[in-house]
């Protein structure tokens, strides 16, 4: 068995999944930040104020661990490695890459299982968000959605290379916060600045924050999301 299927078949076996009370007809994939574990955004699903007949899928993936170089090497639950603090080097992309693919095939799993890629959102925090914009961008099936959350792109300022047009109209929701010490307000403002710059579909929103999400920006990324999946 590769790495790469070993890889995906422990984040998807090992990811935590919330179930709607009826059939899922939509999902969406959250992924975490650097250090967490899937566990860390999934009791935010009833915080979200969706229906109670929603019938929406929310998956929780864990990232794979490995050495994250800002941290003495110590190991950790990280989607790349972050080399330095620099914007314009600050992710490993080859460590994006490998994880481009595993998210991939978990929306090609959503896929097979019945849910059209235009009833999922790839949403993510931090880290997770850098994945969730990279991924969803170059992502080759229209999706119903991208959301990135305290997070920036891989390369600063700049989008990534081999973009889909299959997204190019899909809307994407940002949020920051604006006491952010961990990710600077700056840097999801240059994300959100290239994706206007390339026409987009953003919505861009900063709440009195640090690096964290608060009840009232989750309501309102309810609504989002009833929105986008109905």
Wanted: hydrophobic share 45%; aromatic share 8%; with cysteine.
């Amino acid at each position: 068995m590769s790495d790469l299927t070993s890889s995906t078949l422990d984040l998807m076996n090992d990811a935590i999944v919330v179930e709607p009370n009826t059939t899922a007809t939509a999902c969406v994939i959250w992924l975490h930040g650097l250090g967490d574990s899937g566990a860390g955004f999934a009791p935010v699903v009833p915080v979200l104020g969706l229906s109670a007949n929603h019938s929406i899928r929310f998956i929780f993936p864990h990232a794979p661990e490995q050495a994250v170089t800002i941290n003495g090497g110590y190991v950790m639950r990280s989607w790349y490695d972050i080399k330095s603090m620099d914007l314009h080097d600050r992710a490993d992309i080859q460590g994006v890459l490998a994880s481009e693919q595993l998210i991939k095939l978990l929306i090609e799993q959503q896929i097979a299982a019945g849910i059209p890629a235009n009833k999922i959102v790839l949403a993510g925090f931090s880290q997770g968000g850098v994945m969730s914009l990279f991924t969803g961008l170059r992502f080759r099936q229209k999706l119903a959605g991208i959301m990135a959350l305290s997070c920036y792109l891989p390369n600063g300022e700049v989008l990534p290379e081999s973009l889909a047009i299959e997204n190019k109209s899909t809307p994407i929701w940002q949020n920051h916060g604006e006491q952010d010490d961990v990710v600077p307000l700056y840097a999801g403002k240059m994300a959100n600045e290239a994706l206007n710059a390339a026409g987009y579909s953003t919505v861009w929103k900063t709440y009195p924050m640090a690096h964290s999400v608060l009840p009232n920006q989750l309501s309102e990324i309810g609504q989002w999301l009833s929105k986008v999946l109905s």
